[in-house]
């Protein structure tokens, strides 16, 4: 083990998590990857042998992460750590006026402080934080959205996470300079994951009495429909190998299904997505 490049992801049970395992497993990296049941560390050690070392903690429970690192100070016995990819997240969904403000704070701790409790414990074995820079710095990549760059209505909480992990990450990629440790975002768009299951789940009736009753029923079938057709996790784990091991990496990696949907909402003004998404959706 000791002499595999080694590399933690959060977020590994199931989705691009599991896909980023299953694909670096396979190009020769020891991967620590997080799991917040022991019933998961336990099927994913079965599934990938001696290459994976699970590590059970929730990415909100700081002291759970920190105990984390250091097991994993402990297994690389001296030797650099390659990477870190901030993935475990969740997705909360419901128009902005109604939404409880518990599922909104859960949201952002999840997906937004989550990313900054594990890099906080996890940079010093990547290399940052020293005296100088380290010999062999890692790498860390985190998993946006294309919806951070590109708000859907009743996915506030969700891209507000993601546009802000997009901030934080080219904040945190300037201040590594010193140490020479990168910072890489990878953006994914639909994906084939359970994330999507949860769309055909989600209790939609507490806004039963509101206008926007119509258009989040329009949205949950579009999310199922894309959930069909989205990528294969492999393929995301495909870019975060790439954006791990690239001499010269990209700041940020696309990866879509529908590339050229992606570039319109790129190039289009934001007036005219409104009215093209509000029209889709039934809301104008």
């Not at 993601?162 to 080219?170: I, Q, T």
Request: net charge positive.
């Amino acid at each position: 083990m000791a002499r595999k490049k080694s590399v933690v992801i959060t977020g590994v049970s199931t989705g691009i998590g599991w896909g980023a395992a299953k694909v670096l497993v396979g190009k020769g990296f020891h991967v620590f990857g997080s799991v917040r049941k022991q019933a998961d560390a336990n099927r994913l050690q079965a599934e990938f042998g001696d290459a994976f070392t699970p590590l059970v903690f929730d990415v909100t429970d700081g002291p759970g992460v920190r105990a984390g690192a250091r097991q994993v100070e402990r297994a690389l016995a001296g030797a650099p750590l390659a990477g870190l990819v901030n993935n475990a997240g969740i997705a909360v969904a419901g128009p902005l006026l109604y939404l409880p403000i518990d599922e909104w704070r859960q949201q952002l701790e999840v997906n937004l402080t989550g990313v900054v409790t594990v890099t906080q414990a996890f940079a010093p074995l990547l290399g940052a934080g020293g005296a100088q820079p380290a010999k062999d710095p890692g790498r860390i990549v985190n998993i946006s959205s294309v919806g951070g760059r590109n708000a859907n209505p009743f996915m506030a909480p969700y891209c507000t996470s993601k546009f802000g992990l997009e901030g934080l990450s080219e904040s945190l990629r300037r201040e590594l300079l010193p140490f020479g440790v990168d910072v890489v975002v990878v953006a994914p768009g639909a994906v084939a994951t359970p994330i999507w299951d949860k769309a055909d789940e989600t209790d939609t009736t507490r806004y039963a009495n509101t206008v926007y009753a119509p258009a989040l029923e329009r949205l949950r079938g579009y999310m199922l429909s894309m959930g069909k057709s989205g990528l294969p996790a492999e393929k995301i784990g495909e870019a975060i190998h790439t954006a791990l091991t690239a001499t010269k990496p990209k700041v940020r990696y696309v990866v879509s299904p529908s590339p050229m949907q992606v570039l319109m909402t790129e190039i289009l003004p934001k007036r005219t997505l409104d009215r093209i998404t509000g029209k889709r959706l039934g809301l104008i």
